[in-house]
């Protein structure tokens, strides 16, 4: 099941550069989708969502930009900080489900 | 700042064995989720529950699987005869709307599960 993909295992960012995270589905009929941050040793921490009819969103040092026809969704965090450091998962919600299908994940790592 | 509990932090079984894992979710909220990550791969849904009844599940929620919300605040996860392949991390997490639009699941911070 590879509906939702995250094809760079790790990334690596400099202090107050910026971090883009990337993510493709294939299911064009997921509708809603979101990104979750995650340190060891805890459960994944919601960051920030998108609906399939906006194309951006934007919470702070964070936006997600959604292109529907590629079936590519990105993170963007700016500045980037060492507390960033973590794995961010993509996921993806089918219309009318409960569930949420995760991407594999990218390591962050920003240096100071 | 509410949060999801889950008990215990790590479990280590013998294959064959019944366990039982444990989660409190956020007070007011009404849908209830597990999922699981093994080691190396992506975390995976295994199912929903709501109002008391499962919503949905994954091919992975065998008939070894079960679920239950024994009382008004734990919901927990049981797998009847653990398998080599059942050691995972697993989440729980919970939500105040079930369609899962314009809301996130909020989840806790796992179980890990080792069976022997």
């Known amino acids: 099941d590879q509906q939702v993909k995250q094809n760079s295992p790790s990334l690596s960012v400099q202090e107050g550069r910026i971090s883009i995270l990337n993510c493709d589905y294939t299911?064009?009929?997921?509708?809603?989708f979101l990104w979750y941050k995650k340190y060891p040793a805890e459960g994944p921490t919601f960051l920030i969502s998108?609906?399939?009819?906006?194309d951006k969103n934007e919470d702070g040092r964070f936006t997600v930009f959604l292109n529907k026809s590629a079936k590519h969704l990105s993170l963007h965090i700016v500045p980037s900080q060492p507390g960033d450091s973590a794995v961010y998962f993509c996921?993806?919600?089918?219309?009318?489900?409960?569930?949420?299908?995760f991407g594999t994940g990218t390591r962050l790592k920003v240096l100071a | 700042e509410p949060e999801v509990t889950q008990t215990p932090s790590h479990q280590v079984t013998q294959m064959g064995q019944e366990v039982i894992l444990r989660c409190v979710p956020i007070?007011?909220?009404?849908?209830f989720y597990w999922y699981r990550q093994i080691l190396g791969q992506k975390v995976e849904f295994l199912v929903s529950?709501?109002?008391?009844?499962?919503?949905?599940k994954s091919e992975i929620f065998d008939d070894q699987f079960s679920v239950e919300r024994p009382d008004g605040s734990n919901f927990t996860l049981k797998i009847r005869s653990t398998k080599l392949e059942d050691s995972a991390m697993y989440f729980c997490?919970?939500?105040?709307?079930?369609?899962?639009?314009?809301?996130?699941?909020?989840f806790g911070p796992g179980t890990r599960l080792t069976v022997l």
């Open positions: 997490a919970s939500s105040d709307l079930g369609l899962a639009l314009s809301n996130e699941q909020f």
């Open positions: 299911n064009s009929m997921f509708d809603y």
């Open positions: 998108i609906s399939s009819i906006k």
């Open positions: 996921a993806a919600s089918p219309p009318g489900t409960y569930k949420y299908i």
């Open positions: 007070s007011n909220h009404l849908y």
């Open positions: 529950f709501y109002n008391n009844e499962i919503s949905e």
